[in-house]
């Protein structure tokens, strides 16, 4: 984590004049400026991560209201890393705006800036993702209205929404059993020389909710909420270490059930693990009134670091766990962990970074699967691909940016959306259209969406190896009429099956196709392939080449959907 002091300039998006000749503006958005004063502060004179999480769900609800028209409550908020510290006297930016409404829940992005008002620098200090759901009225069950994307910005989140929205509702069954296969492999608990018990570490407090900490619906806010659990976090971390620790990140968190005006909300928070350099702080929220049985709100999983004089993280005491519910607990921090890291690893990397095979297994197959298709979603979103060239009603698009080369190729077939998603879906009847495709054969079936595929292509020139990849297939279909059915496929990494003799590795970042339907026979199909130099499955370097190939393959294609069109047979 960053000091104050460290940080790059943050980028926004350009401005989007109308017609009219006046700037565009998101009618979700909701923005919020707030100086940090001391009341805002820590002892070390930075803002308060609880209090930074107040306005953050202060200005997410107000901007899900003003979509909804109607109150709304916090239902989740996705993993929070936070950036850069802030400082006392500095300026807190915050913009909210709903990305995509679903039938009763929406997707709130929340981008957070830091703003020095003496030299009028602005830094990123965290993004964030909050759902919302639109409370029943009167009337009955909400039904939101859809949200219409107007810049490029707003489309790729928009269409993103729908991937991250489906990792939401997997996200806690997937955890769930990623940490019972994990565990089951760690065996004892390590002992440390001069360990610190994780008794010492616990804490519990209780608050009592009063209307200042309720929103205008007599709820308690989220934000409010999220702001005790940090405070009895921060302690917890705190015995540990016995110094002052920085909050990193909050991973994904539901809220179970709602709290109101006049409940005592019972604070419970123990380091379950420390590392070299971070340890996880778990936090537990219950409310009851009287003499009722405790109510679960919320559970979430916090990650401090100690910083020094340097803003460099210090070595950590290790952690003694008690018998039985410490162990456990423990052991499933470093499945976290793991998960934690290949989520970073796969997911918060930007794209030219992240190499290019991802080693594949069970525990990040949610994360590549969503890098797969999120990927591809954002190459379908960019405006900005050259035509290249066009034959036989098939188009041809390319574009280089980031030293990569994006191939862009577009066509329309007399053929239903669902049944050209079916076809191409399955990559072993690929052959039969494209000559490239020499073999391809099913090496797991992770789930009904994920496949992963070894696909052997011959060489380009005389004398030269073929080549062979392992692919992952991802499949989505429809979210609502405004998707399309999408094939994403990346290269990933399999120890068991390393290159075919006579053959080298291929890589392929970013493939696959968009299938947008039109009309109930009218279907657009666009077909993507991003690689970096050097790496480009099959095809010649040359335009007039590449264009060839991709004619010759695409007019199969529309051969090969046209003549199995009233094959029903979903792969």
């Known amino acids: 984590m960053m000091s104050e002091g460290e940080h790059d300039d943050t980028v926004l998006e350009p401005l989007f004049i109308q017609e009219s000749g006046e700037v565009y503006r998101n009618p979700t958005e909701v923005k919020m400026s707030q100086i940090v004063l001391p009341c805002h502060a820590n002892h070390c004179g930075e803002l308060s991560v609880g209090q930074l999480l107040k306005w953050m769900d202060s200005t997410a609800c107000l901007s899900a209201e003003r979509h909804s028209g109607c109150s709304c409550i916090t239902a989740s908020v996705d993993d929070i890393h936070f950036e850069h510290t802030i400082g006392v006297g500095k300026v807190v930016n915050i913009i909210a705006k709903v990305n995509r409404a679903f039938t009763s829940s929406m997707e709130v992005g929340i981008l957070v800036t830091c703003e020095d008002l003496y030299t009028a620098r602005q830094w990123n200090v965290c993004h964030a993702f909050a759902t919302f759901v639109a409370r029943r009225t009167e009337a009955g069950k909400v039904q939101l209205k859809q949200v219409v994307p107007h810049t ?90 016995n110094a002052h620790p920085t909050l990193r990140t909050i991973d994904m968190f539901h809220f179970r059930g709602p709290s109101h005006i006049g409940d005592r909300l019972v ?76 989520r970073k690893y796969i997911i918060s990397c930007k794209q030219t970074v992240v190499p290019l095979s991802v080693p594949w297994d069970p525990s990040n197959q949610m994360y590549l699967s969503y890098n797969n298709v999120s990927a591809l979603k954002l190459m379908d979103t960019r405006n900005n691909w050259v035509l290249t060239s066009e034959k036989n009603k098939v188009r041809l698009y390319t574009l280089e940016e980031n030293h990569m080369l994006c191939f862009k190729v577009e066509m329309h077939i007399n053929v239903a959306a669902e049944q050209t998603f079916h076809l191409l879906s399955d990559l072993r009847r690929r052959k039969e259209w494209d000559q490239h495709y ?62 075919t003799d006579g053959h080298t590795r291929g890589e392929v970042l970013c493939a696959g196709f968009s299938i947008w339907e039109e009309s109930d026979s009218i279907t657009k199909i666009t077909y993507y392939n991003q690689a970096t130099p050097g790496v480009l499955p099959y095809i010649s370097t040359d335009i007039a080449g590449l264009s060839s190939s991709f004619y010759s393959a695409f007019s199969a294609c529309s051969h090969f959907l046209e003549v199995n069109k009233d094959s029903l047979a979903a792969p």
């Open 152 to 241: 490029q910005m707003e489309q790729m989140e928009y269409s993103l929404a729908a991937e991250r929205r489906r990792m939401r509702l997997i996200h806690a069954e997937i955890i769930t059993d990623l940490l019972s296969s994990s565990t089951a492999q760690l065996g004892e608990c390590r002992e440390y020389h001069n360990a610190v018990q994780a008794e010492r570490t616990r804490v519990e407090s209780v608050e009592l909710v009063l209307p200042p900490h309720a929103n205008h619906q007599v709820s308690t806010f989220g934000g409010q909420i999220m702001a005790w659990m940090e405070n009895v976090a921060t302690i917890a971390a705190s015995r540990l270490c």
């Open 438 to 499: 020499e073999e391809c054969e099913v090496i797991s079936q992770a789930d009904e969406e994920d496949t992963l595929y070894r696909v052997a292509t011959p060489s380009v020139s005389k004398g030269a190896k073929g080549q062979d990849f392992i692919l992952l297939a991802s499949r989505r279909k429809p979210c609502d009429a405004r998707d399309p059915y999408l094939i994403a496929l990346r290269s990933v990494t399999l120890p068991t099956h390393p290159p």
């Open 267 to 342: 604070l419970k928070a123990i380091v379950n693990n420390s590392f070299k350099h971070s340890m996880e702080v778990g936090v537990c929220a219950e409310a009851y009134q009287g003499g009722e049985p405790l109510r679960h709100i919320n559970s979430a999983f916090m990650t401090f670091e100690v910083l020094d004089s340097d803003r460099k993280p210090r070595t950590l005491p290790r952690i003694r766990p008690e018998p039985v519910d410490g162990k456990r607990r423990y052991q499933e921090a470093i499945a976290r962990k793991k998960i934690r890291l290949d």
